[in-house]
């Protein structure tokens, strides 16, 4: 196939697999609102243990913006890694393998389409807890924030591409495992504590989550001074870091995609069902 | 209804709980060996309570011997049974319904449909009770919180346990009869309503600290004086100054009637949304879930 047709079937194939999630968004707008009231609940709750132990009201600030993380982390879990799972219980994953188009397409699809909805919840969460909560916002340098912020989701998305490969093998594993991810990730990546708190080596090990670095430099650069002792690596080699991991997880995710799809269609697991 | 009747629907919803369970054990649990079951079981819950220790290692001063520390400890870890029991009891509609494709054979059966929900929720609360076991012997053995087992009022923990656990239970028959009626939002209805109760019930604040408005509210709740009860038990202290004032023999008569009310209701609502359920032909939707 000549470049330009193909170049032409992967960009389709992408916005086709968005599309579903994209308008998915305006189908049930109940799940809107469970989708931004839920995270907020959780928020809400750890803010009031702040404010029960006397914290800085900066922490507030800490908690709402890993309140609204957790979106994208939940959106790479359920939606991104488990999700061709999902597609081989309800019989679309053989539809995708003997589609005359690339796999990675595909999977770039899910991610963008994830990534459109879960902005949706994670600035619904953000805007009211800060709204709520009287959270005091002063970014030292929008620019930096928004950059280290959007090498955050490609760095996250590359992992949940890589996912997605990897949960390809499994039946009900999948699910118990995305389950599993939750919380220990949660702790380990600080979404409600800076992750300095957990020591050194542990935040380098949880760095493997994207979003440990990318919450660690987002906190710095809108609470500077707070974060001064509890910092975990200064903006710039986390900036850099991200970007290294996006790399990383992209070529991957590519080969893992490969590797898993031949395991899977030798041991006979692509089409099993109801594990 | 005869006397031989009466015992024979009894004998029938008790057997009906019993294979649930045991089928919800083997649902949960056989997807992987022994070993990773366990220390799947493990890590989730105690995961939750470090993020607390380490909320409090930051920023609280005197770190974990700060006084509040074991009303949130004790609190998050009796939490873990919130969760596990709606969602265990409500989802195993949808699982029977769409995953498996079981639930109308359920109702072609000699099997009583609430008491087999019952007791798939029964499953996840085994599995709750180990890792709320677990997370409370860290809490002991490793942050250092204190429970002497002298000082503890056994038959109040026994007490406010069974009644607690039989309130979750019969919400999320509550919670399952609205399944039976809905798409996909079974898992967002369970989610929402424990998240609720996380906030409203002090889990790991005192009640004190939320605006009246929502004390107002917390103080409705079953699970508020559910948690009362089962502090006072281990720590000696409800740890609320709103609810201090209230005898223990008060808190557990609130709990008790609290949860007759709410068997009442949730066996009522969900005859009621089974009934609506069969007339409109949705006992085997399937919303690709």
């Not at chain 1, 308008?23 to 750890?46: H, N």
């Not at chain 1, 595909?106 to 709204?131: E, P």
């Not at chain 2, 949130?72 to 596990?84: E, H």
């Not at chain 2, 004390?215 to 006072?232: F, M, S, V």
């Amino acid at each position: 196939m000549p470049l330009r047709a193909e170049v032409g079937t992967f960009l389709r194939t992408a916005w086709g697999r968005a599309y579903p999630r994209v308008i998915g968004m305006s189908r049930e707008k109940s799940w809107i609102l469970f989708d931004v009231l839920l995270p907020l609940l959780q928020v809400s709750a750890y803010v009031f243990i702040y404010r029960a132990i006397g914290a800085p009201r900066e922490f507030t600030g800490f908690v709402v913006l890993g309140g609204a993380m957790t979106a994208y982390w939940m959106n790479i879990l359920w939606s991104m890694a488990s999700q061709l799972y999902w597609e081989k219980e309800t019989g679309n994953l053989e539809l995708y393998l003997i589609a005359p188009t690339s796999r990675m397409a595909i999977l770039l699809g899910m991610a963008l389409g994830g990534i459109a909805a879960t902005t949706l919840r994670a600035v619904g969460v953000l805007l009211l807890g800060t709204l709520l909560f009287r959270v005091p916002l002063a970014p030292t340098s929008v620019p930096a924030l928004v950059g280290v912020f959007l090498l955050t989701l490609i760095a996250l998305y590359g992992l949940g591409m890589l996912l997605a490969s990897l949960f390809l093998l499994w039946g009900r594993e999948a699910w118990h495992l995305a389950n599993l991810l939750q919380e220990p990730v949660f702790l380990l990546s600080g979404f409600y504590f800076p992750v300095r708190a957990l020591g050194f080596f542990v935040a380098l090990g949880a760095s493997l989550v994207p979003i440990t670095l990318g919450l660690d430099a987002m906190r710095q650069l809108l609470y500077p001074r707070m974060m001064e002792g509890l910092k975990f690596l200064p903006v710039g080699v986390e900036l850099g870091a991200l970007a290294g991991l996006g790399v990383a997880f992209l070529v991957l995710a590519h080969r893992a995609l490969r590797f898993f799809e031949d395991l899977a269609r030798r041991e006979g697991r692509l089409t099993l069902r109801g594990q | 209804m005869t006397w031989k009747e009466a015992r024979a629907r009894v004998e029938e919803a008790g057997r009906s709980l019993w294979v649930a369970a045991w089928l919800g054990w083997q649902i949960e649990s056989n997807w992987t060996d022994p070993f990773l079951f366990a220390v799947y079981s493990v890590v989730k819950p105690v995961a939750g309570a470090l993020i607390l220790v380490f909320m409090y290692v930051v920023v609280a001063r005197g770190g974990l011997a700060n006084p509040l520390f074991p009303y949130v400890f004790v609190g998050n870890a009796f939490y873990i049974y919130v969760g596990a029991v709606l969602m265990g009891v409500s989802w195993a509609v949808i699982d029977d319904r769409e995953h498996y494709g079981t639930l109308k054979y359920l109702y072609v059966a000699p099997v009583s449909v609430p008491a087999y929900l019952l007791g798939r929720g029964a499953a996840q609360t085994g599995v709750a009770t180990l890792s709320t076991g677990i997370t409370l012997l860290v809490g002991v053995g490793i942050l250092g919180i204190e429970i002497p087992p002298g000082g503890v009022h056994g038959a109040l923990l026994a007490g406010a346990l069974v009644l607690g656990l039989l309130s979750l239970a019969f919400l999320g028959l509550l919670l399952g009869g609205a399944t039976l009626l809905t798409a996909r939002h079974n898992y967002f209805l369970g989610q929402a309503v424990a998240g609720a109760l996380y906030l409203l019930s002090g889990v790991v604040f005192p009640l004190d600290v939320l605006p009246p408005p929502l004390q107002a509210l917390g103080k409705a709740l079953p699970t508020t004086y559910w948690l009362e009860a089962l502090r006072r038990a281990l720590l000696g202290d409800g740890g609320n100054a709103t609810l201090g004032a209230l005898p223990t023999g008060t808190v557990l008569l609130i709990l008790g009637l609290s949860t007759a009310g709410l068997a009442f209701a949730s066996v009522l609502v969900f005859r009621l949304a089974e009934g609506l359920a069969h007339r409109r032909g949705l006992l085997d939707m399937q919303t690709m879930h």
